[in-house]
């Protein structure tokens, strides 16, 4: 006899990239405004400390799949991001130790419903519909990284819709590195296995709409596409 009154929520994984292997999602995190380019296209100082905020796990939509343009807006933003997995967990962990606790990494996008975001920062409300909506975070498959390997610092990225360039940076601007981010996010939250982090998105944001197709890449990561229906 089941314990539960309904059938539980199946449980969120991404693939690992060459392994017949999953990596289970716990939670999922976001940084606000990492490269200095993205910040000041939104109209903000390039230097205001980390913010963060959360997408619901089972937001995750597998690399090749095809989703629905969302409901209740007419501006779809595409933003992509490097993306740590959590192994190791923790709380008030120094940047000097943040790097132990990445296991791997990805490519993710972080679509956005811009227009209610807009509408939400001009009412001092939260985020949440314009940020953590349905299949609002397409990823790549995680690539575990060799321990003791110092995480990126640099390497292209790039986002392309219908095979024509929109963003393209490096993670050399980022304004906050991969170990900084831990570092500050593990202040605020314990962190724990399965948690994945987006750090941010170069300069270059803009629409979706349905038909596009969206392909987010970054040298020595990987590559994610979704197409928008």
């Known amino acids: 006899m089941s314990q539960f009154i309904i059938p539980p929520p ?15 999602v716990r939670r999922i995190y976001c940084v606000g405004r990492n490269y200095a ?3 000041r296209e939104m109209g903000n100082d390039s230097r205001e400390p980390p913010f963060f905020f959360q997408k619901p796990t089972d ?6 799949s095809t ?4 409901p209740e807006t007419r501006n779809l933003h595409h933003e992509v991001e490097l993306v740590l997995g959590i192994g190791l967990g923790g709380a008030d962990i120094s940047p000097q130790e943040a790097r132990r606790h990445v296991i ?8 956005t419903r811009r227009d209610l975001q807009n ?11 314009s940020k953590s909506f349905d299949a609002s975070a397409p990823i790549s498959a995680l690539v575990e990284w060799p321990a003791g390997e110092p995480l990126p610092q640099s390497g292209r990225i790039t986002l392309s819709v219908n095979g024509q360039r929109r963003q393209e940076g490096n ?17 605020f939250f314990r962190l724990a296995p399965g ?29 994610v596409t979704v197409l928008v229906n």
């Open 37 to 39: 380019a993205h910040a």
């Open 119 to 129: 509408a939400a920062k001009e009412a001092g409300r939260p985020w949440e519909c």
């Open 171 to 187: 993670l050399v601007e980022m304004t906050w590195s991969c170990t900084e981010i831990v570092a500050q996010l593990s202040r």
């Open 104 to 111: 791997g990494l990805a490519v993710g996008i972080d679509l």
């Open 59 to 64: 937001a995750v939509v597998a690399s090749g």
């Open 67 to 70: 989703i629905a343009y969302p």
């Open 195 to 223: 948690d994945l982090i987006f750090t941010g998105t170069p300069a270059g944001v803009g629409p979706v709409v349905a038909g596009d197709w969206v392909q987010g890449e970054i040298e020595g990561v990987g590559v």
């Open 10 to 24: 199946p449980r969120i994984a991404i693939p690992v990239a060459g392994r017949d292997a999953l990596f289970p």
